[in-house]
């Protein structure tokens, strides 16, 4: 069974840069031809998605984040990661990494971001 | 504003059947599979619906899924009190080529 576990700071500074990992068990990033994405909910508020890796690299993003956002994908490490720049407190949300077409999600972490 | 429309809120008592809807446009729901996510309070999403009427292993029978041109719908039948929780559907917009959520219905079981 899939399982995927984000990690990274959950405290960002206004201006910075915000990065995560998704690091995934039980399957292999590699193989299968298979989407990885990354999902965001503030506090209260609705599902954003963010952006996707394939297995081979490519990448599609949320057009409102297109500039913001780089997803990155290493597959020696089975885990693919997350960076948004210039953050602002817009920013600060529970971020979720979320496989294919989001059948398995990883349990989400809050990122805060405050000076 | 989400890109697909959801009402904010439904209810219904135990044992009813109830809908929750979900409209989009020519370029996402029109074109594309629906899936729908089931999110209980403190917990990521889950998995409800996808391939717009398709229910993972596990989801019991009483939940359904159907789309008729730019809307579809999440049927709820027998609702039991754990059914309460907050409900998205989501598509791929082939105009925007993004992952598109609703906005979230928080079904309520009086």
């Known amino acids: 069974q899939v399982q995927l576990q984000e990690s990274g700071p959950g405290l960002v500074k206004p201006s910075q840069t915000l990065s995560l990992t998704c690091t995934v068990s039980?399957?292999?990033?590699?193989?299968?031809?298979?989407?990885w994405s990354w999902i965001r909910q503030p506090a209260g508020k609705g599902l954003e998605w963010i952006g996707r890796?394939?297995?081979?690299?490519?990448?599609n993003y949320n057009p409102s984040l297109n500039s913001r956002v780089t997803i990155s994908i290493d597959t020696s490490k089975n885990q693919f990661s997350l960076k948004v720049t210039s953050v602002t407190a817009a920013d600060t949300a529970v971020y979720y990494c979320?496989?294919?077409?989001?059948?398995?999600w990883g349990q989400g972490t809050l990122v805060t971001v405050s000076s | 504003q989400s890109v697909l429309t959801q009402p904010p809120s439904a209810s219904g008592t135990p044992g009813q059947r109830v809908t929750i809807s979900c409209s989009g446009s020519s370029s996402n729901i029109g074109s594309k599979d629906v899936s729908w996510y089931q999110q209980l309070p403190g917990a990521a999403p889950k998995l409800l619906m996808y391939s717009t009427s398709q229910r993972p292993s596990g989801v019991p029978d009483r939940f359904s899924g159907s789309k008729s041109g730019i809307s579809a719908s999440l049927a709820i039948s027998g609702l039991q009190s754990e059914d309460e929780a907050d409900y998205y559907c989501?598509?791929?917009?082939?105009?925007?080529?993004?992952?598109?959520f609703g906005g979230g219905t928080k079904l309520t079981v009086l």
């Open positions: 989501a598509a791929w917009d082939v105009s925007l080529s993004a992952w598109m």
């Open positions: 979320a496989r294919a077409w989001f059948d398995s």
């Open positions: 039980g399957d292999s990033i590699s193989s299968g031809g298979q989407y």
């Open positions: 890796i394939y297995t081979t690299g490519s990448t």
